[in-house]
């Protein structure tokens, strides 16, 4: 993946977890060779995110999502927070949204249901 095309990836991401994850990561480059970031957690955890070559439209921002998923679940537990990200609107604070490709598309889906909630960069953001 380009650096420029896994830096529209990651914006997209970045976009949903300021809109709804209380919890926001510090985005550093590595000092290696590692292919992608560093997101890392006020509790000075880190983990790192990268994008794999796939020319499957959608599949790539949604793995980048899944990766960032796992970041924020982790943070907020480290808070002490409820360790849901993103938050299902139908289901409140019982289980997050999944990142899935549909049709070419990156989407937020309910893992219950199957309901597409947002295109993925598009979360809006969490009522409380």
């Known amino acids: 993946m380009s650096d420029d095309e896994f830096a529209r990836v990651l ?13 926001q990561p510090d985005v550093r480059e590595p000092e290696d060779d ?3 970031v560093i997101l890392w957690a006020p509790d000075g955890s880190g983990q790192g995110v990268y ?13 980048v999502a899944d990766q960032a998923q796992d970041w ?7 808070a ?3 360790a849901v990200w993103p938050h ?6 019982t289980h997050p949204l999944n ?22 960069g ?6 409380t």
């Open 11 to 23: 914006e997209a991401v970045l976009r949903d977890l300021r809109a709804q994850c209380s919890v």
């Open 34 to 36: 590692y292919p992608g």
């Open 51 to 63: 994008g794999e070559p796939d020319d499957r439209p959608g599949v790539r921002l949604a793995e």
């Open 72 to 78: 924020a679940v982790e943070a907020l537990c480290a």
């Open 80 to 82: 002490g927070e409820p």
């Open 88 to 93: 299902c609107p139908e289901h409140p604070n």
């Open 99 to 120: 990142a899935i490709p549909i049709k070419g598309e990156a989407v937020w889906v309910c893992p219950r249901t199957g309901a597409v909630v947002a295109r993925i």
């Open 122 to 127: 598009m979360l809006a953001p969490r009522r």
